[in-house]
């Protein structure tokens, strides 16, 4: 327990302190048993607690305040509750730091906790059953636990089987129908546990509710109406522990033993503590609790991380409430929540799906297949190489897998392999050292770096000159690479995605691919669809994208005329979805009113560069119009693709008359 708590005998010499007394007296635990109390506040202490002891045994004073100099020199003021003879002999203080707790804010408990005797009869009534019940105290206590459930003939038959099972496996956890003193019923979750003492012998039962009626009316209508008890469901797993005096765990079940690793031997022996399985930054969160647990009988529930025997940590949702039926102890419930954020990743995976889907228009069958297999392979690390005509949006499936993979917060770094010059790749790929070469001023970060725990999406992975092959394979196969005019080896873990245009087998017969990493990339291979074998998609897209730039260019178009449908469904748009969009992009350009305006007579078959009577010179202007498109108006990258110089193509552009408002 991380709340101040000393235990002293009629003299005033200590017998335990909790971590909590620790912490607050900046003393070692072994510094604090034996000694006098008033040997524990500091010399500058406006009062000691040695005089305060003194008048609690003398006239039964329960409480009080003295200001402390705490271990980090600073003046805290500390308030203190006593209760006399919780043990023969021995007195319990508990303190409280209101210095460090200023202005914490303390909520009322949405659990409902209650003891039973051994009998069944309710021996204790926290203030949440009093919320939840509408029970008070005085007319709770010593009633049978029946009187929760509606008529004798229900729910309240199966109490002693209930009770048998918590006695037997430790808990019973049930979802049944419960009912309030204004007589309304409500579904409730109810956890039942079984106290024993140390020779074994029940002593009675601690039993935690929570009202489920919003779930119950949701997920379970089929049901309304029911008296019967049901198990609870596994997602509500819960396992109950009841702690010892301070941060001992002398007992717990199974269930719990399982969630944090540790064996019913670590248990008899010794070894489970509670500071040991709580992380250092939880131990704040902890201390509020157990202040709130210490007013109220019970604290809110709160969620938390447990460390495991072997180093992991499981999160789990904690309620904790004072044990009334033994001094010293509390008991707590820890709900499993694996199963939930399991359930919450799935949710948020699903959605982060839908989103980055919201870019993947198309609802035709090539397309579902496609979207099935990235959804197939996104959780793997496996390599994919993502194939398929220029156009066809190979990025946004890449980006696709991303979104949805384990790795999704971490970096998605892309480099277009035909934008960059041939000389530059390598140190694109990898970096570069202070001095690799002329120009080298300072280090260089490259991508695989750049994209270490993430994913590197390389485009036009059929553009990497052989002579990099190697060292790409390299990198692959041994995760690890050296910068270029380094020594040093360097580690990465980078997801590959890959994406080319060009059929990368046949390059290979023509030794232009190396085949060894070929078939590494190759590991999980998408195609993705030409549009022109996807013509139901085309009204979708036209819409999307009419939408899209009318918005842009703060237009309103809602009508596309038939004839234009019909015109733009017929063609076989070589550029694909890219050349789709900037043809739309383009019409929005040219519609004045609310219809679409669209240029019809360039996608008519008897369009220049379309049919067999077209000039050399228009075949040429149509087909490096199009090699600029697919590489976004890139010239070196485009002149790369056409095997020309950078300015011979620019000089062609001037020749044909291209310029920029023709991409």
């Known amino acids: 327990m991380c709340v101040p708590i000393l235990i002293a005998d009629d003299e005033g010499n200590c017998h335990g302190a909790s971590a909590g ?3 607050l007296f900046g003393l070692l635990k072994e510094n604090i048993i034996g000694r006098p109390i008033g040997e524990l506040t500091r010399p500058n202490s406006t009062a000691g607690l040695a005089p305060l002891f003194k008048a609690l045994a003398a006239n039964g004073e329960r409480q009080g305040k003295f200001t402390l100099a705490g271990p980090d020199a600073g003046v ?3 308030s203190y509750a006593a209760r006399l003879n919780v043990l023969p002999g021995r007195h319990m203080l508990l303190l409280r730091d209101e210095t460090a707790l200023a202005g914490a804010t303390q909520v009322e408990p949405d659990y409902a906790f209650y003891l039973l005797g051994a009998g069944g009869r309710v021996a204790a009534w926290y203030s949440g059953a009093e919320r939840m019940y509408g029970y008070q105290n ?17 729910s309240s038959a199966n ?16 979802e049944e129908w419960q009912v309030r003193k204004d007589g309304s019923r409500f579904w409730a979750g109810v956890i039942t546990v079984a106290l024993k003492d140390g020779h074994g012998e029940v002593q009675g039962y601690a039993g935690v509710a929570r009202d489920f009626s919003g779930r119950h009316e949701t997920e379970e209508r089929s049901r309304r109406g029911r008296t019967l008890a049901r198990p609870l469901p596994a997602e509500s797993s819960v396992a109950g522990i009841v702690s010892g005096e301070f941060d001992h765990i002398p007992q717990a079940n199974d269930i719990f033993l399982n969630l944090v690793g540790y064996s019913r031997e670590d248990l008899e ?3 489970l503590h509670w500071p040991d399985l709580t992380p250092a930054e939880y131990l704040r969160q902890d201390e509020l609790a157990h202040e709130e647990e210490l007013r109220f009988g019970a604290c809110t529930p709160f969620e938390k991380e447990l460390i495991r025997k072997d180093g992991t940590r499981v999160p ?21 929540l694996r199963e939930r954020d399991r359930r919450e990743t799935i949710e948020q995976q699903t959605t982060d799906a839908v989103n980055e889907y919201a870019e993947i228009i198309g609802t035709s069958t090539l397309m579902k297949r496609v979207m099935g297999q990235v959804e197939l392979v996104a959780p793997t690390d496996a390599t994919v190489l993502i194939l398929g005509e220029t156009g066809t949006g190979k990025e946004l499936i890449a980006r696709a897998i991303h979104k949805i993979s384990p790795r999704r917060n971490l970096p998605f770094i892309t480099l277009n392999c035909a934008a960059i010059p041939t000389g530059l790749l390598e140190s694109e790929l990898f970096g570069y050292e202070r001095g690799a070469f002329t120009g080298a001023l300072s280090q260089k970060i490259g991508r695989f770096e750049m994209a270490h725990r993430g994913t590197l999406f390389l485009d036009e992975v059929g553009d990497i000159p052989l002579d990099l092959q190697p060292k790409l394979l390299r990198a692959l196969q041994e995760k690890s690479f050296e910068r270029l005019g380094g020594t040093r080896t360097i580690p990465i873990d980078v997801r590959l995605l890959a994406a080319t245009n060009r059929n990368l087998h046949q390059m290979m017969g023509d030794k232009l691919f190396r085949s060894d990493l070929y078939y590494r990339l190759k590991v999980f291979p998408i195609t993705t669809p030409p549009l022109r074998d996807r013509p139901e998609d085309i009204p979708v897209l036209v ?21 234009t449908m019909d015109a733009l469904v017929s063609w076989r748009w070589p550029g694909n979805v890219r050349e789709l969009e900037n043809f739309i992009e383009r019409s929005v350009i040219l519609s004045k009113g609310p219809s679409l305006r669209a240029p019809l007579a360039e996608i008519r078959e008897d369009a220049p560069g379309t049919s067999g009577s077209a000039t050399l010179e228009q075949v040429e202007r149509e087909h490096i119009i199009r090699v600029l498109r697919e590489n976004s108006g890139v010239i070196t990258a485009a002149a790369s693709k056409l095997g020309l110089h950078r300015t011979t193509l620019n000089a062609m ?5 291209i310029s920029r408002k023709d991409l």
């Not at 005085?138 to 008529?151: C, I, K, R, W, Y």
């Not at 552009?653 to 008359?657: D, F, Q, S, Y």
């Open 138 to 154: 005085s007319e709770a206590v010593g009633q049978d636990v029946s009187f929760l459930h509606p008529g004798k003939d229900t």
């Open 159 to 174: 109490l002693p089987d209930q009770l048998h099972r918590a006695l037997v496996e430790g808990h019973n956890g049930m």
């Open 316 to 336: 789990v949702l904690v309620a904790t409430a004072v044990l009334k039926l033994t001094p010293f102890r509390w008991i707590t419930f820890v709900q499993d």
């Open 269 to 271: 022996t010794g070894r």
């Open 543 to 563: 819409r999307h994208f009419t939408q899209k730039y009318a918005a842009k260019m703060n237009r309103q178009i809602d009508k596309i005329p038939t004839d």
């Open 21 to 23: 007394a620790v912490k």
């Open 653 to 657: 552009m001037r020749k044909l008359g």
């Open 76 to 78: 805290r003021e500390v």
